[in-house]
């Protein structure tokens, strides 16, 4: 099979990094193209579409189609190479999971920059702290709770049982970002949420994710992404 062609930004993990687990767990070959041939190569693909175009990356070329939104792209990576359950019902229940990980990783987007994407950080840093505050208070443990539950709705080691999906990636590369983001209110409420620090751990131990990240293709976080470290918009 061609390799799939990934577009995402050169120089982050962002929403990309889900689709990037998810393929590297599951040993499917991919091109990350602006990787390859830069981010202007990346505009120069998405402005010269028409039709049916992707509004933002991370997009998909499977070479039939292209596939935009992380969850989307998972959606059909998951039938594709069973990366899902089989059962319509199961796949559903775990797309839903796949979007509520997606309004997470909005809001944390959101904490470093709660009025408005296009100004820099220095430029809203009183509105960032207040939005931090109430995201540690609030919201971490709220979605923290509910990803905690989904990871004990089935038996076995996974979410969906007795095989890794792309759910489990993704809670992985979760945790990864918030541990990255708010280092001290994670250390101070992961033991609250065992079966999803486990479950992270199982996925850090896959062949193909461990293979990943000790690679260079893993890039590192940094304060150009969606997770970023500001140590004064974090807290026990």
Known sequence: MTPYKLWYWSGIQGRGEFVRLALEAGGIEYRDMAREEGDEALLADLNGRAGRTPFAPP???????????????????????????????DRLWLNQLQLT?????AEVHDVHHPIATGAYYHEQEAEAARAAAA??????PKFLGHFEDAANANAGD?????RWT???????????GLRYAFPR???A??????ALIALHDRVANLHGVAAYLSSDRRIPFNED????????????
């Open 225 to 236: 992404g969606i997770f970023r470290h500001y140590p004064e918009l974090d807290g026990d």
């Open 101 to 105: 990980i997606a309004d997470l990783v």
């Open 59 to 89: 997009y998909l070329d499977t070479g039939d189609q292209v596939i935009a939104q992380a969850a989307n792209i998972l959606l059909y990576l998951g039938e594709r190479h069973h990366l899902a359950p089989a059962a319509l019902a």
């Open 158 to 162: 996974w979410v969906m049982g007795a």
């Open 189 to 194: 409420i992961e033991g609250d949420y065992p």
């Open 166 to 176: 792309y759910g489990d990636t993704s809670l992985f590369q979760l945790v990864e």
């Open 135 to 140: 995201f540690r208070a609030e919201r971490m």
């Open 185 to 187: 209110r994670m250390a």
